[in-house]
C-alpha cells in the first residue's frame, strides 16, 4: 500500500528488526519492562535509523551534540546499561538473549562495543542540569557503569494485554492514515487525560489538516501522574463523544518519559516523523518536569534542526473564557485571569483525590467520571 504521504522516515527508511533467528543456547540477561519495549520499537522503526543500541561515538556525539557521529539529529540515547562482570560475558558471548521481566525471550543483541560513560556529562548533556531531584538525572545516575552496544533482532512480542491493543506500528500508521485519505497529519503527545483544553487544541490543529494523532505515551511515569489505564480509557470515550469520524486516531507509544524538555521534544518529533506525521503539537513546556526549563525552550530547540521533515506546530495554551464564551488563548482573548477557567495540574489533582469534579469547561463529564471511578488513578 502507498504510505500515506511522502514524509519520509528520520533518516531516510524504516528500519525493520523483526527476525527468526534461533536463541537456542545463547547467554542470556533479564532487561526492564521498559527496555524491553524500546528493543520493540527499534525493531519496529518507530527509533529509525537506529538498528540497535548506541555504540560509543554516537553516545558520546548523542550527549554533547543532540546529532548521532554522522550528524542525523538524534538528541536521547537509547542504551543497554549492565555490570562489568554481565558486560565482560556478553562480549565474549557475541550474541545474547534479551529476556522480559516475565522470562520471555525478546530480541538477541548482536554484541558489538563494550563501554563506560560519564554519568554527570551524560546528565548535564541530555537533561541540561545534574540536579537528582530531576528524575531523569536520579535515573541516569543510578545505572550501571557500562553500555553495550550493538544491532537487535526482534524474535518474539510479549503477550497482548487490554493496555497494547493499541500499540501501532509505523507500518501501521502510515497504512492508516492512507486509507483513511490523510494527506496531513498532526501528531499529539501526551502523558495526561484529556483536558477539554487538549481537545480544543487538537480540534484547531484539525481544522487545517486532515487528521490528528493522539499518541500518549504508555510506561514508565514519576509519581502523581496519570497511571496509563486512565489515560487511554479517557482518550477512548472523548474520540467516541465527541469527535468527527475519521479525524482522530489514537495509538499508544511504549516507552518511559525521560522529562527531558527541549531534547525530549525532538525526540518526540522524529518517533512521529516516523510514524507518518507531518506536524507535531509543541505545548508549553514540552516534556519538561518542575522549573527545570523554560516554558518555551521545547519551542526554540526546533531551529537548531531545521532538517526535519515533521513540523512542529505551536499553540498558545488553550482555555475557556466566560466573558468571550468560548475556549481561547491569550492571543485572541483580552480578559482577566478571574474569567479564565484554568488549572493547574496540582490543584486538578488534589479536586480528583477528594472525589471533586472539575468544572466542565476543563474536563469532559464523561472524563472527569471515569477518572473519579477509578481506585487508584496516579502513579504512586
Known amino acids: ?154 524474535i518474539q512480542r510479549p503477550e497482548d494485554s487490554e493496555i497494547r491493543k493499541y500499540r501501532l506500528t509505523p507500518k501501521q500508521t502510515r497504512e492508516a492514515f492512507a486509507q483513511a485519505g490523510w494527506k496531513t497529519i498532526c501528531a499529539f503527545q501526551t502523558r495526561n487525560p484529556p483536558h477539554v483544553a487538549h481537545e480544543m487544541l487538537q480540534k484547531t490543529s484539525i481544522t487545517t489538516r486532515d487528521g490528528v494523532f493522539v499518541n500518549p505515551i504508555i510506561g514508565k511515569k514519576k509519581s502523581g501522574d496519570f497511571v496509563d489505564e486512565v489515560i487511554v480509557k479517557c482518550y477512548e470515550t472523548m474520540i467516541k463523544l465527541y469527535y468527527p469520524e475519521n479525524r482522530c486516531r489514537l495509538g499508544t507509544l511504549h516507552t518511559e518519559m525521560k522529562y527531558a524538555g527541549p531534547k525530549e521534544a525532538i525526540h518526540h518529533a522524529i518517533m512521529r516523523q516516523n510514524y507518518g506525521c507531518t506536524h507535531i503539537i509543541i505545548g508549553r513546556d514540552h516534556a519538561g518536569v518542575g522549573k527545570f526549563y523554560e516554558p518555551f525552550a521545547a519551542q526554540e530547540i526546533f531551529s ?20 468571550c464564551l468560548t475556549y481561547t488563548t491569550p492571543k485572541a482573548c483580552p480578559h482577566d485571569n478571574d474569567d479564565k477557567e484554568q488549572i493547574s495540574g496540582t490543584a486538578l489533582r488534589e479536586m480528583i483525590q477528594n472525589g471533586q469534579a472539575p468544572s466542565e469547561f476543563i474536563l469532559r463529564p464523561e472524563v472527569a467520571q471515569l477518572i473519579l471511578n477509578h481506585p487508584k488513578p496516579f502513579v504512586d
Open 1 to 154: 500500500m502507498s504510505e500515506s504521504n511522502s514524509i519520509k522516515p528520520h533518516g531516510g527508511v524504516l528500519i525493520n528488526r523483526i527476525s527468526d533467528v534461533d536463541p537456542t543456547g545463547l547467554f542470556s540477561i533479564t532487561i526492564s519492562e521498559d527496555l524491553a519495549n524500546d528493543v520493540e520499537n527499534i525493531a519496529d522503526g518507530i527509533f529509525s535509523p537506529l538498528e540497535g543500541f548506541l555504540g560509543q561515538q554516537d553516545f558520546e556525539s548523542v550527549v554533547s551534540r543532540g546529532r548521532l557521529a554522522n550528524d542525523l539529529a538524534w538528541t536521547i540515547p537509547i542504551v543497554l546499561d549492565v555490570d562489568e562482570q554481565t558486560g565482560s560475558k556478553m562480549k565474549d558471548s557475541g550474541k545474547v538473549l534479551l529476556q522480559n521481566p516475565q522470562g520471555v525471550g525478546v530480541a538477541v543483541l548482536n554484541v558489538d562495543e563494550v563501554y563506560t560513560f560519564d554519568k554527570e556529562k551524560t546528565s548535564q548533556g541530555i537533561y541540561g542540569t545534574i540536579d537528582s531531584s530531576h528524575p531523569g538525572v536520579a535515573k541516569t545516575m543510578s545505572m550501571k557503569d557500562y553500555l553495550v552496544s550493538g544491532k537487535i533482532d526482534y
Open 304 to 323: 537548531d534542526y531545521p532538517e526535519l521533515d515533521i513540523a512542529p506546530v505551536f499553540f498558545p495554551p488553550f482555555f475557556y473564557c466566560r466573558k
